[in-house]
């Protein structure tokens, strides 16, 4: 019996480690995902498509209106809306790979890529994260897969998706029309050139999606751009973020300079563009490096799949790849870090969750109507009250305006939070300057300290007597009181399913 090639030894060897971090990662869901989601639950049970259930300062907060329009069937089915986006994550990941494989020429080889890529903690942990990560950069793989092979139908839909998934995208709207009207005038094989007709009709959906999605973002919010724009959005490009973020493009340019040339000339200038929208932007939840990943995955999968169809040199272009991901996987961080995305959910279901539900409680019998706070997902999710988020993600007003006092007062929340850690509150003046103002003129007094770790605090202001946040409180120190390792050896031996849910 002839013995299994090297490389599909090694890649049922990576299966190991690529199975362990389903176990350890598969249970992380990000606070921000929440946001996203809380438009479907304020549209069943309000009738608002809005961040907060009332039609009082209408935002856009999220970027990916596919999953908040996903988010609406779980609301309506009353589903858990966690375990309804871990089924999507594991789709992602199964759809993805049997498109990825049909495409491939050596599928031994490809199929050692994907499994090195999982083997990379921030693989798994992006993939169950509630966000729209790895559907973003395993559709924009698939476009260059398609486009460099003129199946322009199959890459018209990844454009769609894409466009509907985060604003890079946008990207798309000028540079896919001229990678059309480059094949359509000097097509790479004129016996099979792109027909004129199919190419005005390509242009048409595309323009007709981004008539339709800006129209209506514009007709329901007052704006044509997500307000995570109007928040992220730089004062020019920093050099130091550039250096950790710019030099994950230059796969691209190893694909002008030794691979396909148009598509080359395509992603240089997609992740150049994209590169520098990082570099000069506000990256607020880069957690294990999420935004150079959204260039790095694309990226490797593309030469996955161009490898599997040479027929020479593969050995040291799949060893290319390894190193790059192997770059990327260092720069996600170290063991402290994958130890708290490992820990992230299980603290916040016994701090932020706890909190959005005692509120919803308190709300239900009066004695609460709104929420100010930093952490603009899980607790206004399970609060169901009107939240002004500090930070400004899903308040238009403070994204336009500042967190003014006269914001605050609008508002009119009756809990206010500071964020801080075991010492005390972190001082952020341009925040917390109407919020104390706020709080003095109302006379709001404190509360408790709720603990999500003894380095993330949120110390909670309220007006009159609510024991009940005392109590959530007291059981967020008890539950989350222990260091990130000790933390992480108990909550480990749960299986991964034991987390998934709101």
């Known amino acids: ?105 050596d599928k031994a080889r490809l199929l050692f890529v994907l499994m090195v890529i999982l083997v990379i903690p921030a693989s798994v942990a992006h993939t169950f994260s509630g966000l729209e990560t790895t559907v973003y950069c395993g559709a924009l793989a698939l476009f260059f897969i398609y486009a460099e092979q003129q199946k322009w139908r199959a890459a018209l839909l990844c454009v769609l998706l894409l466009v509907l998934t985060r604003p890079e995208a946008w990207l798309l709207y000028g540079l896919y029309p001229a990678m059309l009207i480059a094949a359509h005038l000097r097509p790479q094989d004129p016996a099979s050139g792109l027909p004129r007709a199919v190419m005005l009709r390509q242009i048409a959906v595309l323009g007709g999606v981004a008539l339709a999605y800006f129209g209506f973002h514009l007709w329901q919010f007052g704006e044509l751009l997500p307000n995570t724009y109007f928040i992220k959005s730089g004062d020019g490009i920093t050099v130091a973020q550039a250096l950790t973020i710019l030099p994950y493009t230059l796969p691209a340019l190893a694909v002008l300079a030794f691979g396909n040339r148009r598509t080359g000339v395509a992603m240089v200038l997609y992740f150049g563009a994209v590169g520098y929208s990082y570099a000069s932007s506000d990256l607020l939840m880069n957690y294990l490096q999420r935004f150079p990943f959204q260039i790095v995955l694309p990226l490797a999968l593309y030469w996955g799949w161009a490898v599997s169809r040479r027929q020479s040199g593969r050995g040291w272009i799949t060893l290319g790849i390894v190193a790059y991901l192997a770059g990327f996987a260092v ?160 909550n480990l031996r749960q299986p991964p399913w034991v987390y998934w849910h709101e």
Not at 45 to 58: A, E, K, Q, V
Not at 413 to 438: K, M, Q, S
Request: hydrophobic fraction near 50%; charge should be negative.
């Open 331 to 490: 720069h996600a961080r170290g063991l402290g870090d994958h130890l708290g995305i490992a820990n992230y959910y299980p603290r916040l279901l016994d701090s932020h969750v706890a909190l959005g539900r005692t509120l919803n409680h308190l709300a239900q019998d009066g004695r609460v109507s709104a929420l100010a706070m930093g952490d603009a997902g899980a607790p206004a999710f399970h609060a169901g009250i009107p939240a002004l988020d500090t930070i400004g993600l899903g308040s238009r007003m403070v994204a336009r305006d500042g967190l003014t006092l006269d914001v605050v007062r609008a508002y009119a929340p009756d809990v206010v939070t500071f964020f801080g850690n075991a010492e005390g509150i972190r001082d952020l003046p341009d925040r917390h300057a109407a919020l104390w103002a706020y709080v003095a003129e109302q006379g709001l007094s404190e509360r408790c300290v709720l603990i999500w770790a003894q380095h993330y605090t949120v110390w909670i202001y309220a007006r009159g007597d609510l024991p009940e946040l005392d109590q959530v409180c007291a059981r967020s120190a008890v539950a989350n009181g222990a260091d990130e390792l000790r933390y992480a050896v108990e």
């Open 1 to 105: 019996m002839k013995p299994p090639p090297a490389l599909s030894v090694l890649t049922g060897l990576l299966a190991l480690p690529a199975l362990a971090n389903l176990w350890i990662f598969s249970r992380f869901t990000v606070d921000d995902a929440f946001i996203t989601w809380r438009y479907g639950r304020n549209l069943m049970s309000h009738g608002i498509w809005g961040y907060n259930p009332s039609t009082f300062d209408l935002t856009q907060a999220y970027t990916n209106p596919i999953f908040a329009a996903l988010s609406i069937v779980p609301a309506a089915l009353g589903l858990d809306v966690v375990l309804a986006f871990k089924l999507v994550s594991l789709i992602t990941l199964a759809v993805l790979g049997v498109l990825l494989l049909r495409e491939a020429g």
